[in-house]
């Protein structure tokens, strides 16, 4: 399981950041394949602020899959609303973080 201990100031920034992000990918019927997780390990690097849409999930299911991407996909879910979900993992390299953290060193 990925660990990164965020405060709360810093995952209300994250949410914050994350109101303007389109959805980059959507998890469907297929559920987590090793196709999206690829897909989702692109993007983490890429980005490192990442918002998923669930498509034809309901609840209890939209909060399983949170917790499957966040173990599978080593990322921490920042928050979770309606048919949408944030994921967080910062670039292994600081110098090219794109995402600064409040109080981070």
Do not use: N, W
């Not at 965020?6 to 959805?23: E, F, I, M, N, V």
């Not at 394949?33 to 390990?41: C, G, K, N, S, Y």
């Not at 080593?74 to 048919?83: E, K, L, P, Y």
């Amino acid at each position: 399981m990925y660990e990164l201990a965020l405060t709360g100031a810093q995952r209300s920034h994250l949410r914050g950041l994350g109101q303007s992000l389109p959805d980059h990918v959507r998890v469907g019927k297929a559920g987590v394949t090793p196709a999206f997780l690829q897909e989702l390990q692109r993007l983490l690097r890429a980005h490192e602020l990442v918002k998923l849409r669930f498509v034809g999930a309901d609840r209890g299911e939209r909060a399983a899959l949170g917790e499957r991407i966040a173990d599978e996909g080593r990322c921490v879910c920042v928050g979770a609303v309606g048919h949408t979900a944030l994921f967080f993992r910062p670039h292994p390299d600081p110098t090219a973080r794109r995402v600064q953290l409040p109080g981070a060193a």
